[in-house]
């Protein structure tokens, strides 16, 4: 059968009304305008005929159940269907688990009153395309979130993947399950927006599903894993630089399936009419203790005297990994910084506009 939809990405929205924002001097986020920016997206896609909009995680910038409220009656009004499932920020604390889902019941999840604390779900988006949303948010046993899938809905998984009525699966989880940095899996920065148990997630996956949409990371990034032949898209956040969506369109034919991606920025909000360059500068400004930790910490440990004359020069690094396709060169740092950060340049596949080869569907089951 052949497949042809498109749909839209919007990732970690952080919603907060006014009076809800939490101020910090040294926040890289945009709360205050990420109304604004999520109606203009809603504007720029109104006319584009969309199946559905995706939503993965970080809906509301702490949880706050008016936040949550105010998203959901936007949500309703729209002609399209709507996915969402929980980010971190949407569940903070363990006893939030029950506040979400009764929320979002008309957006994926099926009831939260019978099941409030199940925070994944499955569902038909299309006639034989299947969307699965799941849960990475999990505590420790000192009570620190972290990125985990906990072995009931493994189970969950690996069963309903065993249900054959479905021509291609969709999969949608908050947390990276593919590196989409430089050495992410190993390094302390990176590692706290990474799945813990990835590997065991890809291995009930591997053959079944080869789309995963991502958030959490805040950048644009494609990854592909050879070994488990999966693309981890995710999509940066609608309040930091670039303040990106995206627009995908899947079609298969006797030549193939392949999804077409198109990203785009929001670049005007009546509050902010130049948008990207205030962004991009307000990030600049409070980039200073970021990249200064990466200058002594491991693996490079450079001295502070050191670190602080290669500062100026990191002012947009994540900026510039935040809007995807980054290419660095740093031809005065020391070779050891020179390697390190070069290093952060992207691979392919490219991040924002591509057209990714599938292998069909059919060849899913």
């Not at 979130?145 to 479905?166: C, H, V």
């Not at 590692?191 to 958030?215: E, H, P, W």
């Not at 079609?251 to 991606?261: A, F, M, P, Q, T």
């Not at 929001?266 to 990466?294: A, C, T």
Request: hydrophobic share 35%; net charge negative.
């Amino acid at each position: 059968m052949a497949l042809k939809f498109k749909f839209a990405i919007a990732s970690d929205l952080h919603i907060a009304l006014p009076h809800t924002i939490w101020h910090h001097p040294s926040r890289f986020h945009l709360v205050e305008y990420s109304i604004p920016a999520f109606e203009e997206v809603l504007s720029q896609i109104a006319h584009l005929d969309i199946d559905f909009l995706l939503l993965p995680g970080d809906l509301t910038q702490h949880g706050e159940p008016e936040n949550h409220q105010w998203l959901s009656e936007r949500l309703a009004q729209l002609p399209y269907p709507v996915y969402v499932i929980a980010g971190n920020h949407d569940v903070p604390r363990p006893e939030t688990f029950d506040q979400f889902t009764p929320h979002y019941t008309n957006f994926g999840f099926k009831s939260g009153k019978s099941e409030p604390r199940k925070l994944y779900y499955e569902c038909e988006v299309l006639p034989k395309v299947r969307l699965i949303g799941l849960n990475s948010n999990q505590f420790d046993a000192e009570g620190q979130q972290i990125g985990w899938i906990d072995d009931e809905q493994l189970i969950w998984l690996e069963s309903i993947l065993e249900n054959q009525d479905y021509e291609l699966n969709l999969v949608t989880i908050h947390y990276n399950v593919l590196e989409h940095m430089h050495d992410q899996s190993c390094n302390a920065l990176g590692q706290r927006y990474m799945l813990g148990n990835a590997d065991r997630l890809c291995q009930i996956l591997q053959s079944k599903v080869q789309l995963i949409f991502t958030g959490h990371l805040h950048v644009q990034d494609i990854a592909y894993s050879d070994r488990y032949d999966l693309y981890d898209i995710t999509t940066g956040s609608l309040v930091s630089f670039p303040h990106p969506y995206r627009i995908l369109s899947y079609s298969s034919d006797d030549s193939g399936d392949r999804l077409e991606i198109e990203s785009f920025r929001v670049k005007s909000i009546p509050e902010q009419p130049d948008l990207l360059h205030f962004s991009r500068e307000w990030m600049g400004d409070r980039s200073h203790p970021f990249v200064l930790r990466l200058l002594t910490h491991a693996p490079l440990n450079l001295p502070i005297e050191i670190a602080e004359t290669l500062t100026p020069e990191l002012r947009y690094f994540w900026a510039y990994i935040a809007d995807g396709d980054a290419k660095f060169e740093f031809p005065n740092f020391p070779p050891i910084a020179k390697k390190y950060f070069e290093a952060f340049s992207d691979i392919p596949p490219k991040d924002n506009n591509i057209t990714l080869a599938l292998r069909s569907h059919n060849q899913t089951q």
